[in-house]
């Protein structure tokens, strides 16, 4: 019976062909960390010894206005973290919202009440529909878990993922730092295939202005009237113009942008940078 015991527990420590990924090894972390969850996962069963029904605060965020005028991502979002919420018997306490906030930066008026709202005492636990909804940097998960998540649970639904247990804490780290290789990867790969057309002499990025594309999609060519403002916008320079001055003499003049409308100082300053490294 000892020898069963031990050969089972080799079992699981060791790892085993299979486990050739990291999606592998995350999915047996998740298995681990949220085994028999259906009953409730004995890492919650003394939250829920302590207080039959924890308190939580649902999150959710959409990154664009145009997200969250339709309101589709958010109320999928809600729906997952209410369901969640029914299901493990949390109380509810509130759903807080960021619309069109993106997750570049912890700054968020919805994510600052959700986390007041945990260090007033109102709930213990905080409820994502994925990770991503929180954050997408491995740096600023790292100060939340450390600031906040140490004294209070985080619980992605998306993910399966409870912080309240060493287990979940694991797994939470290791997502987050294969999501964080995978964009730079992605990153890598695409500098790679843009170098590569830059030397085989095809064109990468946008079209230059005073410039457009060729018969064969790919060359550039001379184009007349934009080149009449490349050469209105560099005398105006030369003659110790701003940015704006210099947009507003284009549209007195009678030049317009591509897009029919007058020149913005971004614009401007593009065309003369581009006059610079030419030079």
Not at 50 to 63: C, Q, T
Request: proline share 2%; aromatic share 6%.
């Amino acid at each position: 019976m000892v020898q069963n015991t031990r050969r089972r527990d080799r079992d699981v420590n060791e790892p085993t062909g299979a486990l050739t990924s990291a999606a592998q090894i995350i999915k047996c972390l998740q298995a681990l960390t949220f085994e028999k969850k259906q009953t409730h996962t004995e890492a919650m069963q003394p939250q829920a010894m302590l207080n039959a029904r924890p308190k939580a605060i649902g999150y959710i965020r959409v990154s664009t206005d145009q997200q969250a005028s339709d309101g589709v991502s958010m109320a999928a979002q809600r729906e997952k973290v209410e369901g969640f919420a029914r299901l493990y018997d949390y109380e509810l306490v509130a759903i807080i919202e960021d619309a069109g906030a993106s997750a570049k930066t912890l700054d968020r008026d919805g994510l600052t009440e959700a986390l007041a709202m945990l260090e007033s005492g109102e709930a213990s636990a905080l409820i994502v529909a994925k990770l991503d909804r929180l954050t997408r940097s491995v740096k600023d998960l790292g100060e939340l878990l450390e600031s906040h998540f140490t004294r209070f649970s985080l619980v992605s639904v998306g993910e399966q993922i409870d912080t309240s247990t060493a287990g979940g804490r694991l797994v939470l780290n290791v997502l987050m730092s294969v999501a964080q290789w995978e964009r730079e990867a992605i990153g890598e790969r695409t500098k790679t295939a843009l170098q590569h057309k830059k030397a085989q002499g095809q064109r990468v990025g946008s079209i230059p202005y005073g410039y457009h594309l060729g018969a064969d999609g790919q060359s550039l060519e001379t184009d007349a009237a934009e080149q009449e403002v490349v050469s209105a916008v560099l005398k105006y320079r030369a003659a110790g113009l701003g940015l704006r001055l210099i947009c507003q003499r284009l549209e007195k003049d009678g030049f317009t942008a591509r897009s029919g409308g007058v020149f913005f100082p971004q614009t401007v300053s593009r065309i003369i940078e581009a006059d610079r490294k030419a030079a």
